[in-house]
């Protein structure tokens, strides 16, 4: 009985919660940092589908630069001319994207060790190469970070279907 009380008790919550931060979205006008990292040869396939995704869906963000700094064994002057040729290429106003190859980089950490110095906003995602965001998840991240006054936040699991049972107990796992 406790246990389903207990269940009962966090499903309750989670879906406020849930329900709450829909609310919660707002203009962020404060330039935001995007980082992908990528490991070239595993990911060429995928990554322009990638970043024209948070070039173009990602909503209610003003300032978002979007840092692609990838390491590959190889040159690879096709993909690579593709990748400078998007990031050259008009964006949406008030998008930009930079793309960084991390010379001697072997793993994700440096290339993330290269590029972190050089950016100077306050707020900094790292997604993977293969992430479409929701279109407002960026926002919603902000306010939650802003609200709580949190500095630093890491990974989550999110499910954007599904019964809300199912979807519950995987949130109050990892919330």
């Known amino acids: 009985v406790v246990s389903i009380l207990g269940l009962a008790l966090v499903t309750a919550k989670s879906c406020y919660r849930c329900c709450h931060r829909r609310q919660q979205a707002h203009r962020v006008q404060e330039p935001i940092a995007l980082i992908v990292p990528c490991y070239l040869p595993n990911e060429a396939e995928i990554i322009i589908e990638t970043l024209e995704h948070l070039l173009t869906r990602l909503e209610l963000v003003d300032a978002l630069d979007i840092y692609l700094v990838y390491n590959t064994p190889h040159d690879m002057p096709a993909e690579e001319a593709e990748l400078h040729a998007l990031a050259a290429a008009q964006q949406t106003e008030g998008r930009r994207l930079f793309v960084q190859r991390a010379h001697g980089s072997m793993s994700k950490a440096e290339n993330l060790n290269h590029v972190i110095p050089q950016i100077t906003a306050n707020f900094i995602a790292i997604y993977d190469a293969d992430h479409h965001p929701d279109p407002q998840s960026l926002s919603l991240a902000i306010a939650c970070l802003e609200d709580r006054g949190v500095d630093c936040v890491q990974g989550s699991t999110y499910?954007?279907?599904?019964?809300?049972?199912?979807?519950?107990?995987?949130?109050?796992?990892?919330f």
């Open 159 to 174: 499910i954007r279907e599904g019964k809300c049972l199912p979807r519950t107990m995987v949130h109050a796992e990892f």
